[in-house]
């Protein structure tokens, strides 16, 4: 399930991992344990972070932007999510200079930091010659952040509990998607904590996911579009207004369907083709400076590179 190479010395390894965008997310009350209880699909989309490590005697984290995330506000020194996974995993014993090439848009609502959770977890786990057990993985990945599982499996994948409960979704269609990145960010307890406002009588159990399940059941993206669902959404548009006009206008120029993004404040369109896509993406680009195309499903974290 999550791919490894065999046998090789690493020198540098580089473990690969997408964003993701929900399809569905369905958003029960809040659970005793603060955390709510969620019915979402996730599916993985070629936006990439590439976690790269190398062994070293000290721990050192390091992270290179793309052009476009330039003047992105990234964590402090001991603050990544990657730090947590080398405790974890090496027990705050073991060292490694890791290096995140990063790509997908910081606390946009793409699960940016799971992604290279994920990574890191496949690739510190290969360079210190862990052998740790997929199951063992996957266990280690939801202590580190509800999305961190999916970001392992890939694909397109059902997520129960609080969305690390993953299922994978067979899943036949290829999907073109326009991504709009939105540099003010939204931070996710701040939008989970609009949406209790919002909707004080949320029901206890979040909304099914069946119509995405069986929209996707056919591969067809009309049928996705018209399923797609975001339970968030109201609360990311209360918190930045604009957004509403930024989804109305991408479905004027030729989306199937705008929808925020998770917490957002991503928003991402839904497009016939990847023909399609060029188009809205062209069409957006006199409203918004940054439009990026992506497809889906694409895999979960996998070594990319040995050196
Ligand atoms: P999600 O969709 O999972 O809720 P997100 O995509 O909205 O997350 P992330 O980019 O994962 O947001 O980042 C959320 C916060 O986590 C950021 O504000 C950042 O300070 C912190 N963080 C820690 N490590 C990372 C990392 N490697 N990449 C991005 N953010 C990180």
């Not at 996730?42 to 390091?62: C, G, H, I, K, P």
Request: charged share 20%; net charge negative.
């Amino acid at each position: 399930m999550i791919r490894r190479l065999e046998d090789s010395e690493a020198g540098v390894l580089t473990v690969r991992a997408s964003a993701k965008v929900n399809l569905h997310l369905g958003v029960g009350a809040p659970r005793e344990d603060g955390f709510h209880p969620l019915d979402t699909v996730y599916q993985a989309v070629s936006l990439y972070d590439d976690v790269s490590v190398a062994e070293s005697s000290e721990w050192a984290v390091e992270t290179v932007l793309s052009p476009y995330l330039a003047g992105t506000a990234l964590p402090g020194p001991g603050e990544n999510i990657v730090d947590r996974v080398g405790e974890l995993l090496g027990g705050g014993e073991r060292g490694a200079s890791v290096r995140i090439g990063k790509s997908i848009p910081v606390a946009g609502g793409m699960a940016g930091g799971s992604a290279d959770a994920a990574a890191a977890l496949v690739a510190l786990d290969r360079l210190w010659d862990l052998g740790t057990p997929d199951e063992e993985l996957l266990a280690l990945a939801a202590r580190l952040g509800s999305d961190v599982p999916f970001a392992l499996i890939g694909g397109t994948a059902r997520g129960l509990g609080r969305g690390e409960q993953v299922v994978p979704v067979a899943d036949h269609g290829d999907y073109a998607w326009v991504v709009v990145p939105d540099p003010r960010g939204l931070s996710t307890p701040a939008v989970y904590r609009r949406y209790d406002e919002l909707f004080p009588d949320a029901p206890a159990e979040p909304a099914s996911a069946s119509r995405v399940l069986e929209a996707l059941s056919y591969g067809d993206p009309g049928r996705l579009a018209l399923a797609l669902h975001n339970d968030l959404e109201p609360a990311a548009i209360d918190l930045l207004p604009d957004l509403e006009a930024l989804l109305e206008r991408g479905e004027a120029e030729g989306a199937l369907r705008g929808i925020v993004s998770g917490s957002g404040p991503t928003c991402v369109f839904l497009c016939e083709s990847t023909e399609a896509a060029q188009a809205v993406a062209d069409g957006l680009g006199a409203v918004r400076p940054l439009t990026l195309l992506a497809v889906g499903p694409v895999a979960g974290a996998h070594v990319v590179e040995v050196l």
